[in-house]
């Protein structure tokens, strides 16, 4: 097979028709238009670059489809050949995206973007999201409105920033009830929330879930509720290790209830070894914080109409009068004037 035909092939068959007929399904939750994550039990591989490229978040691994292939069948570039010669014209199940409606901007850079964004106010769309949709408490949004790491995207979404050690914003996680995604050209390295320094550091998969946990803990004295964004750069493997250089310091793996959140605390844990500093899993009773969050609301508005229900708004109001008394109290023997006069 000549150059040109094995070029022919790295075109006409896209890593996505591999992982589709090696087991894996779309994680349509988890997955954007540019990166389309797929699962196959704890496996977890990312296709990007229009289904050209792949990595795999919780190792090194990424290429193109001959090396996706060899990563994982385990078979040189010959058998890796055969393999994808196969799968000429297979055409994979891909989600259907939505599409944002086009806006303009003169500006590229992440600072400037970053910069001239509004924060949320009370009624505004990305308020409403998070207050309404996400159940986050306004005490919650307007701490992270104060610490800078907040603003109104484009649509009513959400954008929530990734700082690096100097606190420059790198990037931002992008959420809305249709949309979600990360900076375009941005870098992850850590959404940051609550204190700093800090004795404890709290890390989940997503700023929604950082800012639910806190909300559940009352914005924790000494914590740092921190996300990775679902991803784990170099970057965001140096800025945790820097945060847990001190061994008085906790580092907490508040990661998603599932296989994935499971192979993150094990990264975390790997991590607090290396830096001798002290491990814990805390571990959703949900699928994710925000859930768990969510629930607890739930369960408090279904408490409250109980209450009300049990106790009409009338019924607080009835007054009781005082019982009369069964016998008068003796009057006192006075004389003169009013008083009653003794025979």
């Given at each position: 097979?000549?150059?040109?035909?094995?070029?022919?092939?790295?075109?006409?068959?896209?890593?996505?028709?591999?992982?589709?007929?090696?087991?894996?399904a779309?994680?349509?939750?988890e997955?954007?238009?540019?990166?389309?994550?797929?699962?196959?039990?704890?496996?977890?591989?990312?296709?990007?670059?229009?289904g050209?490229?792949?990595?795999?978040?919780?190792?090194?691994?990424?290429?193109?489809?001959?090396?996706?292939?060899?990563?994982?069948?385990?078979?040189?570039?010959?058998?890796?050949?055969?393999?994808?010669?196969?799968?000429?014209?297979?055409?994979?199940?891909?989600?259907?995206w939505r599409?944002?409606?086009?806006?303009?901007?003169?500006?590229?850079?992440?600072?400037?973007?970053?910069?001239?964004?509004?924060?949320?106010?009370?009624?505004?769309?990305?308020w409403?999201?998070?207050?309404?949709?996400?159940?986050?408490?306004?005490?919650?949004i307007?701490?992270?409105?104060?610490?800078?790491?907040?603003?109104?995207?484009?649509?009513?979404?959400?954008?929530?920033?990734?700082?690096?050690?100097?606190?420059?914003?790198?990037?931002?996680?992008?959420?809305?009830?249709?949309?979600?995604?990360?900076?375009?050209?941005?870098?992850?390295?850590?959404?940051r929330?609550?204190?700093?320094?800090?004795?404890?550091?709290?890390?989940?998969?997503a700023?929604?879930?950082?800012?639910?946990l806190?909300?559940?803990?009352?914005?924790?004295?000494?914590?740092?509720?921190l996300?990775?964004g679902?991803?784990?750069?170099?970057?965001?493997?140096?800025?945790?290790?820097?945060?847990?250089?001190?061994?008085?310091?906790?580092?907490v793996?508040?990661?998603?209830?599932?296989?994935?959140?499971?192979?993150?605390?094990?990264?975390?844990?790997?991590?607090?070894e290396?830096?001798?500093?002290?491990w814990?899993?805390?571990?959703?009773?949900?699928?994710?914080?925000?859930?768990?969050?969510?629930?607890?609301?739930?369960?408090k508005?279904?408490?409250g109409?109980?209450?009300?229900?049990?106790?009409?708004?009338?019924?607080?109001?009835?007054?009781l009068r005082?019982a009369?008394?069964?016998l008068?109290?003796?009057?006192?023997?006075?004389?003169?004037?009013g008083?009653?006069?003794?025979?």
């Amino acid at each position: 097979m000549t150059r040109e035909d094995i070029e022919q092939l790295r075109q006409r068959v896209c890593c996505s028709a591999v992982l589709e007929t090696s087991g894996f399904a779309v994680d349509v939750k988890e997955s954007t238009r540019r990166a389309v994550k797929f699962r196959r039990g704890s496996e977890i591989v990312i296709v990007t670059h229009e289904g050209r490229g792949w990595f795999d978040p919780l190792t090194d691994s990424k290429g193109d489809i001959f090396s996706l292939v060899a990563h994982l069948d385990g078979v040189g570039f010959v058998e890796g050949l055969e393999r994808i010669a196969a799968l000429v014209g297979f055409q994979p199940s891909l989600p259907t995206w939505r599409k944002l409606p086009p806006h303009r901007t003169t500006v590229t850079s992440i600072a400037d973007r970053w910069a001239p964004r509004e924060s949320p106010v009370p009624g505004s769309g990305v308020w409403r999201y998070l207050r309404w949709e996400r159940s986050l408490p306004a005490a919650i949004i307007q701490t992270a409105i104060r610490q800078g790491v907040l603003r109104e995207g484009p649509c009513g979404s959400m954008w929530a920033a990734h700082t690096n050690e100097t606190g420059a914003v790198t990037g931002w996680e992008e959420r809305s009830a249709n949309w979600r995604g990360f900076a375009t050209g941005g870098a992850k390295v850590l959404f940051r929330l609550g204190s700093s320094p800090a004795s404890r550091l709290c890390v989940t998969e997503a700023a929604i879930d950082a800012m639910s946990l806190a909300a559940m803990e009352g914005m924790r004295e000494g914590t740092l509720y921190l996300s990775t964004g679902g991803g784990w750069s170099p970057a965001t493997d140096a800025a945790l290790r820097a945060l847990a250089a001190d061994t008085e310091v906790q580092l907490v793996a508040a990661t998603d209830a599932n296989s994935q959140g499971d192979a993150y605390a094990q990264r975390l844990r790997a991590v607090a070894e290396e830096v001798g500093c002290d491990w814990l899993r805390l571990r959703p009773s949900a699928d994710d914080w925000n859930d768990v969050l969510k629930q607890q609301e739930n369960d408090k508005a279904e408490r409250g109409r109980w209450t009300r229900a049990a106790c009409p708004i009338g019924a607080s109001t009835v007054k009781l009068r005082p019982a009369k008394p069964a016998l008068d109290p003796p009057m006192r023997d006075r004389g003169g004037p009013g008083g009653v006069k003794k025979d």
